[in-house]
């Protein structure tokens, strides 16, 4: 079975700026993840979707992050405006339903702020 | 609040040696762990799981074991290869959903 797919790979961008990121999750997979993984650290949560719905956006930082999941299948990550802080990567997973936690993770999209 | 922290951040081994990884966790509501490898430039790949109501689970040459009255947690690697060098990530499952909290991470070093 085909993977996460995310684009794009890598992307620099000056603080301020305004930038997007896309996920493709596993066919069939109601639920979708974006993480932001600082480096040295641990994934963090940003935001789960229950296809199209919302389940959890408590640490997403709703005053320059946005995320959808329109028809419940991609998903888009938007930072608008970019600061010096953003820098991480920014991993999205899916998996079959809420609860199983085992779930797949794309190869993430690496973001500088400069 | 709710933490999950590891107590090495490095470790070097020998390869054809056992490695141990340990984890500490806070929530001892938590239902399920899991320890995830992440190679340089990809995202975290699952490794093994176990669920609170067990204390041991074997896979192929990985051994997790859960000792809920301490919440520690150990990832255990038999005869390590250099394939194995990466950073481990232990992750504890939100038992009100399909978030996972994950830890700082250990980055394992095998020396061939």
């Known amino acids: 079975e085909a993977g996460v797919a995310q684009s794009p790979r890598y992307k620099i961008i000056e603080k301020r700026q305004s930038v997007a990121f896309w996920c493709n999750p596993i066919?069939?997979?109601?639920?979708l993840y974006w993480y932001q993984q600082i480096l040295g650290q641990g994934p963090k949560l940003l935001i789960q979707?229950?296809?199209?719905?919302?389940?959890?956006d408590s640490q997403l930082p709703k005053d320059r992050f946005s995320a959808e999941r329109l028809k419940g299948v991609d998903s888009t990550l938007k930072i608008q405006p970019a600061k010096l802080e953003d820098s991480a990567v920014y991993l999205c997973?899916?998996?079959?339903?809420?609860?199983?936690?085992?779930?797949?993770f794309g190869s993430g999209t690496r973001l500088t702020v400069v | 609040g709710e933490s999950v922290g590891l107590h090495l951040p490095t470790l070097s081994v020998q390869e054809g040696d056992n490695s141990i990884i340990n984890c500490a966790y806070s929530?001892?509501?938590?239902?399920?762990f899991i320890w995830y490898k992440q190679e340089s430039g990809k995202g975290p790949q699952f490794i093994i799981d176990?669920?609170?109501?067990?204390d041991k689970r074997q896979g192929q040459r990985v051994t997790v074991l859960l000792n809920k009255t301490v919440k520690h947690l150990s990832l255990q690697i038999a005869a390590t290869q250099p394939g194995d060098s990466a950073v481990y990530f232990c992750?504890?499952?939100?038992?009100?959903?399909?978030?996972?909290?994950f830890g700082q991470g250990t980055e394992l070093s095998v020396k061939p």
């Open positions: 997973a899916s998996s079959l339903g809420a609860r199983v936690y085992g779930y797949t």
């Open positions: 066919s069939g997979h109601a639920t």
């Open positions: 979707f229950q296809n199209n719905g919302v389940v959890d």
């Open positions: 929530n001892s509501a938590s239902d399920y």
């Open positions: 176990i669920r609170s109501n067990m």
């Open positions: 992750a504890e499952g939100d038992n009100q959903g399909g978030k996972l909290i």
